[in-house]
């Protein structure tokens, strides 16, 4: 599925992308909300999104490639974007992203890319992981500041030794979904535990 607000682009990727005979274009938005409701409806394997969907922010296509992975994790959200800086790269894997490449990639980038989060791997062109390298060296300080409001609640619940099953219980959420709330978590804190996710979440004052 196509996640783009300018058509021309979208006809573009459409009549590229349709001369593989392994790829079939589903279904395409031009907005958030508009995405929601074609995913919803269209049941994509991939969704390739771009991060500016409109003139009032670079960065709506974050909010919606978190709600995408929440709403319908079976959806793999391949960002293609002109955007290209680590924090953005982190934010976007942060938020559920399995790829991110840049508009100016070839089309057998592109399709390697698209095929690989298919199969569930991670896809990255060189720039995409060069900056993705250097936003890793941030201090966890600096990662816990990107906690959304549902990963607090989700670490108030691992303080207190929830299973993500009893997470996802308490949140009304599945526990597919839980448990990818608590990999963010530990993704943003730079730890590998829950445990240490705790830890390190008390000392920071985040919970």
């Known amino acids: 599925m196509l996640v783009d607000d300018h058509a021309i682009l979208r006809q573009g990727l459409r009549s590229i992308l349709e001369r593989e005979p392994d790829l079939r274009i589903v279904g395409e938005a031009s907005s958030a909300s508009e995405a929601l409701a074609v995913v919803a409806h269209c049941r994509p394997r991939v969704v390739l999104l771009d991060l500016k969907l409109s003139s009032a922010s670079d960065t709506e296509g974050l909010d919606l490639c978190a709600r995408l992975r929440e709403e319908h994790p079976q959806a793999a959200v391949l960002v293609l974007t002109t955007f290209l800086d680590e924090q953005l790269v982190l934010k976007a894997v942060r938020a559920g992203a399995q790829g991110y490449v840049v508009k100016d990639v070839d ?11 298919s199969r569930g791997e991670s896809a990255f062109d060189a720039c995409s992981a060069a900056a993705m390298v250097r936003g890793l060296s941030a201090p966890p300080q600096q990662r816990a500041e990107d906690l959304t409001d549902r990963e607090r609640e989700v670490l108030q619940m691992l303080a207190r030794g929830l299973s993500n099953k009893d997470i996802g219980a308490q949140l009304f959420i599945s526990e597919a979904t839980a448990k990818f709330h608590v990999g963010n978590i530990l993704r943003k804190l730079g730890v590998s535990r829950r445990a240490e996710a705790v830890y390190e979440a008390s000392k920071l004052g985040v919970i």
């Open 107 to 117: 089309t057998s980038g592109l399709v390697r890319a698209i095929r690989d989060v």
